[in-house]
């Protein structure tokens, strides 16, 4: 054990940037007296389109940054991160447990399948880790698994063209080949996606069940603060602390926009 952990300590969680709010959000309705701790790698986004030597050398840079904060639990709230360097952000929390927001997302997303056959749309480097499909298929060997990398989602997301046409013309071109083969589940395996929700589901239609790794990852948090008789029954409501590694206003701005009125300090780190 790095530290003491009470109910009182915070939850770690990280993203390369803004995708990771949407985790936030979803631990906020959930849970609404855990004190958050927040790292948005602002200066390095986008993480999916590099190596997994660069990411993994990341991810270790991100946690250290939350073990500062002495948190009961890391959730890492990147995709990216979960395919390729989970074992990363273990190693570095030491006795700390870690959730990933891939296997909750693939858990799931198998529960909710009846025909057997679900979409993955994530970053080139998750599409590319086959990290979904494995987890998907350890769960249920005979669930067939269609992915497809949606790289510029996670730019229009930042830049908030929740409602463009630019966003509507990519995604009817990224999602036509995964909406023809019969799915009836999409994960949407980046928490950057969730932003663009309205787009996505206009463009699958209704028939699709949408997953969203983000309120996925909210409920196993739950369980495992549950399990562990370390769920915050404070009955009081603490901001966020959110840091970032670069733009800390834009940050701030994006994050009122998302989670509602209040608004919050953003303090810069180094990375
Ligand atoms: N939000 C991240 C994810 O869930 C990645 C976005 C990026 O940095 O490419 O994969």
């Known amino acids: 054990m790095h530290h003491k952990v009470t109910s009182d300590n915070p939850i770690g ?3 390369s940037g803004i995708g990771g709010l949407t985790v936030v959000k979803a631990i906020r309705a959930a849970l609404p007296f855990e004190k958050i701790i927040y790292f948005g790698d602002t200066a390095r986004v986008p993480y999916g389109t590099k190596s997994q030597v660069t990411i993994r050398k990341y991810a270790a840079d991100d946690t250290a940054i939350l073990m ?6 890391i959730i890492v709230a990147c995709n990216t991160v979960s395919a390729l360097a989970l074992d990363v952000v273990e190693k570095v929390c030491g006795s700390i447990p870690v959730i990933g927001v891939l296997k909750a997302g693939a858990g799931l997303a198998v529960e909710a ?3 057997n056959r ?5 970053t080139q480097a998750t599409i590319c880790s086959n990290a979904y499909a ?3 298929n350890e769960l249920d060997p005979d669930i067939h698994v269609v992915s497809k990398a949606c790289p510029l989602f996670v730019p229009l997301a930042e830049e908030g063209l929740i409602d463009h046409d630019a966003t509507r013309l990519i995604a009817r071109d990224y999602l036509a080949g995964i909406i023809n083969q019969d799915i009836d589940t999409l994960v949407l395996g980046c928490t950057h996606y969730p932003i663009l929700r309205r787009i996505i589901e ?8 949408i997953i969203d790794s983000a309120e996925a990852v909210a409920l196993r948090t739950r369980e495992l603060l549950e399990e562990s008789g370390l769920l ?4 009081e409501h603490a901001l966020p602390h959110l840091m970032v590694s670069d733009l800390p206003q834009k940050f701030s701005m994006i994050y009122k926009l998302f989670l509602g009125s209040e608004l919050p300090d953003v303090e810069l780190v180094e990375v």
């Open 13 to 15: 969680i990280f993203d």
């Open 68 to 73: 500062r904060y002495q948190p009961k639990l």
């Open 113 to 115: 399948t009846s025909n």
């Open 118 to 122: 679900i979409g993955v749309i994530g």
């Open 134 to 136: 494995c987890t998907i």
């Open 202 to 209: 206009e463009t699958i239609g209704p028939a699709i069940c």
């Open 232 to 235: 915050n029954n404070s009955g």
